[in-house]
């Protein structure tokens, strides 16, 4: 079993969800973050005044998926998220020892 995070645009945030409902995954986490990667930020003016915003709002998906959903959820989120312009994101893939579903029991890949 894998743990997919996927840092990706807000407003790409609906795309990816229906895509991955799509492509047979059937749940998944969204968090609000924020941060940077190599743009650093951005210059934003409010009110005449410019500043600069060095955490930009961000939105982090966690699927869990068997090991053979692992390149069709990658594939899938790389799609959907792309625009082709700076902070676009990144996909981490992580080893997930156990799951368990808290009201059945189950374990492991049944749990997901």
């Known amino acids: 079993m894998k743990m997919i995070k996927a840092i990706i645009k807000p407003f790409k ?3 990816v969800r229906e895509a991955l409902t799509s492509a047979g995954i059937e749940g998944l986490t969204v968090s609000e973050v924020r941060g940077f990667g ?4 951005q210059t934003e003016i409010y009110r005449g005044a410019e500043y600069q915003v060095s ?3 961000k939105v982090e998906i ?12 990658i594939e899938t989120i790389q799609k959907s998220a792309h625009t082709g312009s700076i902070g676009d ?5 992580l080893d997930m020892g156990q799951s368990v579903r808290i009201r059945t029991g189950e374990t ?3 749990a997901l």
């Open 13 to 15: 945030l609906d795309e």
């Open 38 to 41: 190599r743009q650093k930020g």
């Open 55 to 57: 955490l930009l709002p």
């Open 62 to 73: 966690e699927v869990a998926v068997s090991d053979a959903m692992v390149e069709t959820v």
């Open 89 to 93: 994101g990144k996909i981490f893939v």
């Open 108 to 110: 492991g890949e049944m």
